[in-house]
């Protein structure tokens, strides 16, 4: 009687010591990334800290007043608002009173103050998500930086917005953009360009109708022409810009 040795059955390799404690520990990765990104959602969907409502239609009333005393009192109450949204963990509104804020210091013609202002604002708006409030801001910043001579950091902040509006739609964003590029080829004196990107803010805020962004393109084209010493043609131009103020 012959009697044949068979193969043991197949069976399933059984994971490593190791294999075993690492997955507990994918697990609880796993689980703190959807903590993270819940809580996240909750803390830009909390409710309005106390107060918050009537110090920012006091700011915009003040602001409306357009004089200096109005956007001085504009500035201190939007820098209260950032601290109190910021204290209720409300990043992306803190982000947008500081917006607003460095908005303020830029007319007071405080531009160091409008440039940190926009740079804190940017963080929040970063770290809240918020993309749309993020090319807003970074427009801010490069206004802000343009205007204490930093040409060079200024396009570099824009060629940011433009990537952003490649994701974000907001035609009326992108067309302050390009007027904003126009400037700074304007003071970098390249009148050729300016009048290209200007053009095409222009374009896009007439298919619009948005008087308001070119009353401002228009201000900026009359500019162009006080700095190429052509008070007649910036005089055109600034008249263009005035009835739609």
């Known amino acids: 009687l012959r009697i044949r040795h068979s193969r043991p059955p197949h069976t399933a390799p059984v994971p490593s010591p190791s ?8 697990l609880v990765r796993a ?15 909390s409710p309005q800290p106390s107060g918050s409502p009537s110090l920012a239609a006091r700011a915009d009333s003040a602001f409306q007043r357009q004089t200096r005393a109005g956007f ?5 109450l939007w820098r209260e608002l950032a601290a109190l949204h910021a204290s209720a963990g409300r990043r992306d509104s803190a982000g947008a009173a500081l917006d607003r804020a460095s908005e303020v210091a830029a007319r007071l013609g405080a531009n160091d103050s409008a440039l940190v202002l926009a740079a804190r604002a940017l963080v929040e708006r970063q770290a809240a998500g918020d993309r749309r409030g993020e090319a807003e801001t ?30 974000v739609h ?35 805020q007439s298919a619009r109708a948005d008087v308001r962004g070119e009353a401002d393109t228009w201000w900026r084209v009359g500019g162009r022409y ?11 131009f600034l008249r263009k ?3 739609r103020y």
């Open 19 to 26: 294999v075993m404690l690492r997955l507990p520990a994918v």
């Open 170 to 204: 907001d035609t009326a964003g992108k067309a302050r953009t390009l007027a904003l590029i126009g400037t700074v080829h304007q003071r970098r004196g390249r009148s050729d360009s300016a009048a290209v990107y200007y053009n095409l803010a222009l374009a896009i």
């Open 31 to 45: 689980l703190a990334a959807v903590w993270l990104a819940l809580a996240g959602r909750l803390g830009a969907q």
């Open 226 to 236: 006080v700095e190429l010493r052509r008070p007649d043609s910036a005089l055109f």
């Open 241 to 243: 810009a005035l009835p």
């Open 138 to 167: 970074l427009r801010h910043l490069a206004a802000a930086q343009l205007a204490v001579g930093l040409p060079d950091s200024a396009m570099s902040a824009l060629r940011r917005v433009r990537v952003l509006h490649q994701t």
């Open 72 to 76: 001085e009192q504009a500035l201190a």
